[in-house]
């Protein structure tokens, strides 16, 4: 509401005022007359003409020797008037320029002009006075008179876009329109920050990548000062815009806070190889009241963030012959050749026009045949941004010596490229005709010398494609054969150990039921001296001593560990025959029944006897099975 | 409509014309890019050859009439840089692809003596480089070479232990232990050669160098200088042989001779053929 209350006066206000003058005049301003060293003064210069006159352009400024300027960033406007019942419509444009003073004295400054048609319109020059650093009055914000497109400056009212002096008002809910490209949802610094962006991030080998560094700013309009720019090296660079002098500053709402924001450098880039290429980031001084300096000329040290862009070839798949990695772009090409008549050993002139957009190449493949010789082209070529993209014409002035007498087609001129608009490769092609060839018997000499200064090394060319070579197969590939080659000699010397082996196992073995034997035997003689003393609990005791290690040479068992009832079945199940696995069972019984009861269910002798029999029985099968 | 429906037909013809154009076989190619040669065009040949490797055709006879279109350029008033290094490269690649091509291996000597006698000519050092001696010892012989007296050291080896340890009769002991003796040596000797040569063919693939001089780098890309000690040499000349080890962004790890040292990618060629 309170934005359309405005402009409804604003609109009130212009029809009201007195028409500005017609005439053709340039109105100088300056933002101070009394300046020190070093302190930045604005030069404002503006000229406005009737609708339909041509409009002003190029404007220029003199400056004085000693005092260096920036800019100018140029601002147009429309305004339309009524007077005594007639509507009048006039254009304005208003030039701003930067300056500072090295050292003290006096300047006069200017005059500025501008181009009016075929005319140059200038205004006043204007005089400076500049003192030391320090003995100067207190800055203050610059005024500016009215301004016959503007004429609420100062009065609180918004000021309108484009003129470059906004001072920072951060209550103002007006916000003049601003680039989308600008619009930002979160601020990297609530002071100040560099932003950069690319597009697009994936590209081919060759195709357009453009980068643009923002630089916004909370504490108001911002000089660029001691910038450093980001590195590329693995791009083909076009500058779009070198510096931030000349562009316009907008503000730009972020989080509820208002920006200045401007774009400060853009550059068409074209990556010069695949892969993940990295573009270095970009740092920035920022200059104004606001922002503090990190050095007397630093200002206010900023840096933007590294980016990387994945750079691929176009696809092998369809790729026409003749493709050069990096012709990227959408081309043109349009031939003239002259003249179409000559004689044999002359020269003919072949001019080659590329135009379009993109990479365009600096190099051409000519039709090449025997007869014609061409000799290396002369370039020219007008190849700039526009509107953002790189583009123009390149001109290749091809001579072609023409050798053979006849009707000679000379062919065409085709260059291969990659349109990644379309996503698919084209060809431009530019036809060159026939050229008549009339004889020249004088060029036959030259002929037979050339002939005679054959290359070198000649080579006959295969016509067709013979056998294919065989992929050669070698051994060492196969797993097989590193496995047999060192498992023969393993398999031999484990083969040999394991024979070794087994038969120390098995002589151990004797050796162990040797031991047993003997041992059984041993307890069957302290049976029968115990016997021979009459003490057959003593006896008892030796013949279960000497059947249990009888029992362990043949068998491996340990019977103590077994119950009586399960052990003629566990001694058979270990190869004891089925009758002396009974004996040793009825032995051991009555062994404890003598021992515990005294009783005797087998006499003693007889005990010691068949124990002595079965004791025998049993080595014997021992060592019939070794 | 009638009018109209000319130009529509023109179009549709054309754009079923286009695919059929665009899916040439590799023979079809292959003839296209002998013709340009026969006639004279040597950059349209060569565009055709390449693009045909590029696409994965890989013929012993394709590789060497991209030599022959490469030696053609590099006589001719149009040559290029590099021209006989990359005949050099293709001839090379031809003989890996089929290693009993006389006719290339003739050719292969002439271009690489051209390419001296042009440095000569130039005022430039005569360079060769000597292979490690692990590699000039595994490359005295093919591999196979190699591997076939392993294995002999292998069968006798086990004949002799088999014998040795088997046998009762002094005589066939005794040759038997000559017999393992001389399988063992063959063995280890052989074996350990038909690996290092396995080694070295699968741990590089071979490339050739197709500019006047390949700067010698260091991993970060800066130019090795000779007084530092490292390298023998500062550059690899025109048509000279490497092994790459490691490609690391722009930068290649060769071995050259016994120097080990990064190159630019862009200065040598890669042979198709190679595992």
């Known amino acids: 509401m309170r934005a359309a209350a405005l402009l409804a006066g604003v609109a009130a206000l212009t029809v009201a005022a007195p028409a500005p003058a017609q005439a053709q005049r340039v109105d100088t301003q300056l933002s101070a007359r009394k300046v020190e060293v070093g302190e930045r003064i604005v030069l404002q210069a503006t000229i406005s003409t009737a609708a339909g006159a041509a409009p002003p352009a190029n404007p220029t400024l003199l400056v004085p020797s000693g005092m260096s300027a920036s800019g100018p960033n140029i601002s147009t406007q429309q305004q339309v008037t009524i007077s005594g019942g007639q509507i009048r419509q006039s254009y304005g444009v208003t030039a701003t320029w930067g300056l500072t003073a090295a050292r003290p004295g006096t300047y006069r400054v200017g005059p500025a002009s501008f181009q009016v048609g075929a005319a140059r319109v200038q205004g006043l020059p204007a005089t400076v006075e500049v003192v030391p650093a320090g003995s100067g009055p207190r800055p203050q914000r610059p005024s500016f008179p009215p301004d016959p497109f503007d004429v609420f400056r100062g009065q609180g009212f918004p000021s309108f876009p484009g003129f470059g002096f906004d001072e920072p008002d951060q209550s103002q809910e007006l916000t003049p329109p601003f680039p989308d490209e600008l619009k930002l949802d979160r601020a990297r610094d609530p002071l100040a920050f560099l932003r950069m962006r690319a597009t697009p991030l994936r590209v081919v080998v060759g195709e357009q990548v453009t980068l643009a560094v923002d630089a916004y700013g909370s504490r108001g309009p911002f000089r660029e000062v001691s910038s450093t720019e980001p590195s590329h090296p693995d791009f083909l660079s076009f500058a779009i815009i070198s510096d931030a002098h000349g562009e316009r500053q907008y503000r730009v709402p972020i989080e509820g806070t208002n920006f200045f924001a401007v774009k400060v450098r853009e550059f068409a880039l074209f990556p010069l190889h695949s892969g993940k290429l990295r573009i270095g980031p970009m740092q920035m001084g920022f200059d104004g009241r606001g922002y503090t300096s990190a050095g007397q000329t630093a200002g206010l040290r900023r840096s933007s963030e590294p980016l990387e862009i994945t750079v691929v070839e176009p696809p092998i798949a369809g790729r026409p012959p003749g493709y050069k990695i990096g012709d990227v772009g959408r081309y043109k090409l349009t031939a003239s050749v002259e003249p179409r008549q000559v004689t044999a050993g002359d020269a003919v002139s072949v001019v080659v026009k590329l135009e379009g957009t993109g990479n365009l190449p600096h190099q051409l493949n000519v039709p090449e045949q025997r007869g014609v010789e061409w000799l290396e082209p002369s370039i020219v070529d007008d190849v700039e941004p526009q509107s953002g993209v790189i583009g123009g014409w390149r001109k290749f002035s091809y001579v072609a010596r023409l050798n053979q007498a006849g009707s000679l087609a000379l062919g065409e001129i085709a260059l291969p490229f990659w349109d990644p608009q379309r996503g698919a490769y084209d060809v431009a092609r530019a036809a060159l005709g026939t050229i008549d060839v009339r004889d020249n018997p004088a060029l036959k000499n030259k002929r037979d010398k050339e002939r005679a200064s054959a290359p070198e090394i000649a080579l006959p060319a295969r016509k067709t494609l013979g056998a294919p070579g065989e992929r050669p197969r070698y051994f060492g590939d196969s797993p097989w054969f590193w496995l047999v080659l060192g498992m023969g000699p393993l398999a031999v010397i484990g083969l040999r150990g394991a024979t070794r082996l087994g038969s120390l196992f098995l002589t151990r073995w004797q050796a162990r039921q040797q031991a047993h034997q003997t041992r059984a035997n041993l307890a069957l003689r302290e049976a029968q001296a115990a016997l021979e003393r009459n003490e057959a609990a003593v006896a008892a005791s030796a013949v279960e001593r000497a059947v249990h290690l009888a029992i362990e040479a043949k068998a491996d068992l340990r019977a103590r560990g077994v119950l009586r009832d399960e052990l003629a079945a566990t001694l058979e199940a270990r190869g004891i025959s089925s009758d002396s696995a009974k004996e040793a069972v009825v032995l051991l019984d009555a062994c404890d029944a003598l021992r515990f009861t005294s009783s005797e269910t087998i006499p003693a002798r007889a005990l010691v006897d068949r124990a002595s029999q079965l004791v025998s029985g049993l080595h014997r099968s021992v060592r019939s099975s070794a | ?275």
């Not at chain 2, 590799?26 to 040597?42: I, V």
């Not at chain 2, 021209?83 to 003989?95: K, N």
């Open chain 2, 1 to 275: 409509m009638k009018h109209a429906a000319v130009p529509l037909g023109i179009c549709v013809t054309l754009a079923l014309c286009a695919p059929a154009s665009a899916a040439e076989t590799p023979e079809q190619a292959f003839a296209s890019a002998a013709s340009a040669l026969e006639r004279g065009a040597y950059d349209e040949a060569i565009d055709r050859f390449e693009l045909l490797a590029d696409q994965g055709f890989s013929h012993p006879d394709a590789s060497f009439d991209r030599a022959v279109a490469y030696l053609a350029r590099a006589q001719s008033p149009r040559a290029h840089t590099g021209d006989f290094g990359r005949a050099v490269a293709a001839l090379a690649e031809t003989l890996l692809q089929r290693p009993e091509d006389a006719e290339a291996e003739r050719a292969l000597e002439s271009v690489q003596s051209e390419i001296a006698r042009r440095r000569a000519r130039e005022g430039r050092d005569q360079i060769t480089a000597r292979p490690s001696l692990a590699r000039a010892i595994s490359g005295l012989a093919p591999e196979n070479v190699w591997a076939v007296f392993a294995a002999l050291g292998s069968v006798l080896l086990v004949a002799g232990l088999a014998i040795r340890w088997w046998s009762g009769r002094a005589t066939w002991r005794l040759g038997a232990t000559i017999a393992l003796s001389i399988g063992a040596v063959l063995l280890i000797c052989f074996g350990s050669l038909a690996a290092a040569a396995r080694r070295f063919r699968r741990i590089s693939d071979p490339a050739v160098v197709v500019v006047q001089e390949a700067r010698l780098l260091d991993e970060n890309g800066k130019a090795l200088s000779k007084q530092e000690g490292a390298i023998e040499h500062e550059a690899i000349p025109e048509g000279g042989v490497v092994e790459v080890h490691e490609r690391r962004g722009q930068l290649l790890a060769i071995e050259w001779g016994s120097t080990r040292a990064w190159v630019s990618s862009g200065q040598v060629v890669v042979l198709h053929g190679a595992e």
